[in-house]
Every structure is written in C-alpha cells, then in structure tokens.
C-alpha cells in the first residue's frame, strides 16, 4: 500500500516498486495498490482519509502499508513500514512548516490525522520505520515502538563508481525542501572551477523557473548543467559515477536518502547542512563527507574543499561505501522481516 500524488514520483515510490519486485522474487504474490492522495488544500485531507479507511480488502493473506494515508487501510494482518506520516501535522508543524490552516481549524485537522494515526497504529500487527529519525518521531508525537528496517538500494550494480570527476552532482526530486536553490547561492562563494550538475524531476513547473532564473541572475551558465526531467536509472547512475562527490541538502530529511545511499554505494564524497535530519546518518563531517551550516558561504566553503582536494574527495568515498555497507540492508533479509 502506497499514495499517489499524481506526476510525482520519488524515492518511496521506487522503494514501492522493488518491495513488490522482491516480493514475487521471494516467491509471492504480490501487487502494489496505490491510493490517490493531494495534500492541497488540506481541508480535504478527511475526505481522502475516509476513503482510505472504507476500504476492505478480503481477497489478501497481508498488507504492508508504507506512508499516510494508505496506512489507514484495515486488514487482519497489516504490517507498517512506515516511511512519512503526514509531517504536517507533527514536526513540521512545531517548526512552522505547516499546510494546516490556522486557528481552530487546523488544530481540528491535526487532531483527526493524529487520531487515525494512533489507531491505525494499534491495529497494526508489527511497525518498521525506515530510519531512526522516522522511529524517534513515532515515539515522541504518538508513543508506539517501531522496528529499525532500512531500505536497501534498489539497484546497486548500477552505482559502479570511478575516479573523482569534475563536477558535484545533486541529484533527486527537484522542490524548495530539497533546497537545490541553495547549492546554486553557494556556488557564488565556493572556488571559480567548482562546478555543479543538478539534475532531476521538478515538483512544479513553478520549481524549474526557480533554478533556471537563479543560474540566469548570478550569472552560473557557464558553471551549472540543469537536467530537469525524470532520468532514466543509467542516466542518474551515470551523473553519480562520473561526479567528485554529491550534494544532497534536504531540510529535516526523516531517511538516509536514497541519493547519499546511491553516491556512498558509487563511493563518492557526500556534501549536507546540518539542518539535514536522516541523511547526518551517513554523512559523517571530514569522514565520509562534509558537513556544512545550512548557508551559502558555508556550503561554498564545503565544495572548495573537495574541489581542491582530489584525495580528500577519494578518502571521503571510500568511507562513505564502507559505512554504507556497515549497514548490512539487502532485500532478502528485509522481505523476511516484514513477513514475520
């Protein structure tokens, strides 16, 4: 069970995608079923919540839920790998990120979506997260343990690496939480040479203006590459094999992230902010990467260093593999935990 949001397509989709791959491979049967969902405007998210909760499946031995709303569905035997609930309403709601209304009204909303949630969490016969971040979240706002399951890498053959190139690669969806805009800030205080390859799906038309007219008002045409477009896997995998190391900033991420999970399997350097959540999970500060304050000059600074350090840049990759690895995340131990 997954959401849909139409034209948007992520990391937890493909995560949905080779779950049920994994599944058959394993020897099951197994079908994605994914629920239509747009958080906007909000004070439609009770509709879509009912019609989650309406549904009944009678013709499944198990379901694996994965984020908000599909997890409201009831089953007999509903297992929770739970990558998002709807941030919204907890975390990002304390930091004033929020989409609920103001007022009355959206402490209405916040209360029902933490309601469902808490009882579509009791029904549930065992919940996995895909992150300590994910799980100290499920404590704290809703007091429910969770499982530790992280997401393998869906295609790992693909990120075969190779010596540090000459460009700095972000990849990923495209959209102002992702925080590409802020690379291209950057870029204005890092050395002369660095250059920067952003390339992936925007959210909105409205995200692709926003990277094409900053590279245009600061003047980076001849330092930035914008390949705004859903990639072909061998496309993205080769942008990550051929870079010096990759930026990934997201703001308060609850995963690893699939694109520091990729560079670190290609042995790249990885570059983020503070600010970053789950992915400091994987990058470690002058370790398997750099770690840099969520501005500018600091980020400038961060590409600087690998930029003109080639050897710190390989250091950094190698770490960042052989943490990656530490972890010890493959499909078949993963489908095995979530048949329990």
């Known amino acids: 069970m997954n959401n849909m949001a139409p034209f948007v397509w992520g990391g937890a989709e493909e995560l949905a995608v080779h779950l049920q791959r994994n599944l058959v491979a394993a020897g099951h049967e197994s079908e994605i079923l994914r629920i239509p969902f747009q958080w906007e405007p909000a004070t439609r998210i009770p509709s ?63 209360a029902l979506i933490r309601h469902a949630d808490d009882e579509s969490f009791r ?14 979240r499920l404590a704290r706002y809703n007091g429910f343990d969770a499982g530790l399951l992280l997401p393998p890498i869906n295609d790992p053959h693909l990120f075969t690496g190779g010596p540090p190139g ?10 102002d939480m992702k925080r590409q ?20 799906p925007p959210d909105t038309p409205a995200d692709a203006r926003r990277l094409v007219e900053t590279v245009e008002r600061l003047g980076l045409q001849d330092r930035v590459q914008l390949d705004l477009r859903f990639l072909p896997r061998e ?19 609850d995963s690893l992230g699939y694109v520091t ?15 970053s959540g789950g992915v400091l999970g994987l990058v470690r500060d002058k370790d398997t990467g750099l770690v840099a304050k969520p501005h ?26 052989e943490h990656w690895i530490s972890f010890g995340a493959d499909w078949p131990q993963t489908i095995e935990a979530l048949l329990q």
């Open 48 to 110: 879509q919540m009912l019609m989650v909760r309406a549904l009944e499946l009678f013709n499944v031995d198990r379901v694996i839920a994965l984020k908000f709303p599909a997890y409201l569905i009831r089953h007999p035997h509903k297992t929770l790998w739970l990558l998002h609930q709807y941030r919204q309403a907890y975390d990002l709601f304390d930091a004033g990120q929020t989409n609920l209304p103001a007022g009355e009204q959206g402490d209405e909303l916040r």
């Open 261 to 275: 999970m990729e560079a670190a399997t290609a042995g790249k350097a990885l570059i983020t902010t503070t600010d």
């Open 123 to 136: 029904e549930s016969r065992r919940i996995f997260t895909n992150s300590e971040v994910t799980r100290d």
């Open 181 to 200: 805009h802020l690379l291209l800030e950057a870029l204005c205080h890092a050395d002369p040479g660095v250059k920067l390859v952003i390339a992936g």
């Open 235 to 253: 496309t993205y995998a080769g942008y990550v094999n051929g870079a010096l190391a990759v930026a990934y900033l997201p703001f308060d991420e």
């Open 296 to 321: 500018a000059a600091s980020l400038g600074d961060a590409m600087s260093a690998l930029w003109q350090d080639r050897a710190l840049a390989r250091i950094c990759g190698n770490a960042a593999r």
């Open 166 to 175: 000459e460009y700095i690669f972000a990849g990923g969806r495209i959209n």
